[in-house]
């Protein structure tokens, strides 16, 4: 099994409840989301058990029915001045080369809006490199999805090669869910990728989406280490997700992991309050008594900053206040505008 590259792999994926069904000898329930699920990770998952923090994160469930929670909880909708792109920040701006996935993670932000696999057309990318040369303020560009990986190699190189056009970029980011789902997916194509892309750009990045410690076997680490010695700087973030690793413990142990091996703990995400993916959410009080028994348990370096997104796309806001772990129910956005923020 592991000597399939990884298109095989997305080609094989269980896509169906009835496929996980056979799987895991396992009756799951229908939900409104789609199923994909590579067999290598499915694999892992059987091992570790269907309720295992790993199990949680894909397996769907019944409380995905509910339909309690937002479409957009973040509303990048709104932010959004062209297919592909989102300009929310002043310097810096997302770019989607695809809406597609190498898993569904069941408390995506995004459930409501993922697709199969469709690539930007070339007039699309032509308009976005359009609108950057307008916009020289823009210096990063954080290529996301979706997961950017999705697409190949070449295809990822020609787009990254549009982007390189307009000499007001300096920054490469990509935030990818890969290296941890089916780590086969940083192959040599990639690593000659960002060989190449790293002459271009003064900082390339890649933030590896991980949650659980569990996460991390030695293939993973291997793949991180590879992608590191190409002097790549390596950030992750997390979500807090209830039932996975709403624990200070279960994340110590994530955060030291991934510090100990060059990568630095970037974001913990509150989880958003998502139709669909509501089991996932915890008030934000929890979450402050978390992280602040996570300032007493680990080095300031291994703990990430804990923000959460705030609904019509205020953007991200800082989710804890070193004061008091107790919370009133509003925030202050970066306009220093105070915002409602109810915890389910
Ligand atoms: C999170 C996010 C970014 C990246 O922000 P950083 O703080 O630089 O990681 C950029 N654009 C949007 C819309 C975002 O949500
Ligand atoms: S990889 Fe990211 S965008 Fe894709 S399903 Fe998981 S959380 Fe959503």
């Known amino acids: 099994m592991n000597s399939q590259n990884w298109k095989d792999q997305m080609k094989t994926a269980l896509r169906s409840t009835r496929e996980l069904n056979d799987f895991f000898q396992h009756e799951f329930v229908e939900t409104p989301y789609p199923i994909f699920l590579p067999i290598t990770l499915a ?68 459930k409501n809006e993922l697709t199969e696999n469709q690539t930007l057309f070339k007039a699309e990318i032509e308009s976005i490199t359009n609108y950057l040369q307008e916009h020289p303020e823009i210096n990063e560009i954080i290529l996301s999805g979706g997961d ?61 989406h991980t949650n659980h410690a569990d996460e991390l076997d030695p293939t993973v680490m291997n793949k991180i280490e590879m992608i590191r010695k190409m002097g790549v700087k390596l950030l992750s973030q997390t979500v807090l997700l209830k039932g996975v690793n709403d624990t200070a413990q279960s994340l110590s142990k994530l955060f030291l992991k991934l510090a100990e091996n060059a990568v630095q703990p970037y974001y913990l995400h509150h989880p958003d309050q998502v139709k669909g993916g509501m089991h996932f959410s915890l008030p934000l009080e929890k979450g402050r008594e978390i992280y602040n028994t996570l300032r007493d348990q680990i080095p300031g370096w291994a703990i990430p900053q804990y923000v959460v997104d705030l609904p019509n796309g205020k953007g991200k806001v800082p989710a804890f206040n070193p004061e008091k772990t107790e919370f009133s129910g509003r925030l202050i956005d970066r306009f220093g505008q105070h915002q409602d923020y109810s915890s389910p």
């Open 43 to 110: 694999e892992k998952i059987r091992e570790r058990g269907i309720d295992s923090p790993l199990g949680k994160q894909f397996l769907p469930h019944a409380e995905e029915n509910k339909t309690t929670g937002l479409f957009d909880p973040i509303g990048d909708e709104e932010k959004s001045p062209l297919p592909g792109l989102v300009h929310r920040y002043g310097n810096r701006a997302l770019f989607f080369p695809t809406k597609a996935c190498p898993v569904i993670c069941r408390y995506c932000f995004r």
């Open 148 to 208: 950017p990986l999705t697409v190949d190699n070449k295809i990822l190189f020609d787009q990254i090669a549009w982007i390189a056009e307009v000499s007001s970029v300096k920054y490469l980011r990509f935030h990818t869910r890969f290296p941890v789902i089916l780590p086969e997916r940083i192959d040599n194509g990639f690593i000659e990728l960002l060989e190449k892309i790293k002459q271009r750009f003064d900082v390339v990045s890649l933030v590896i």
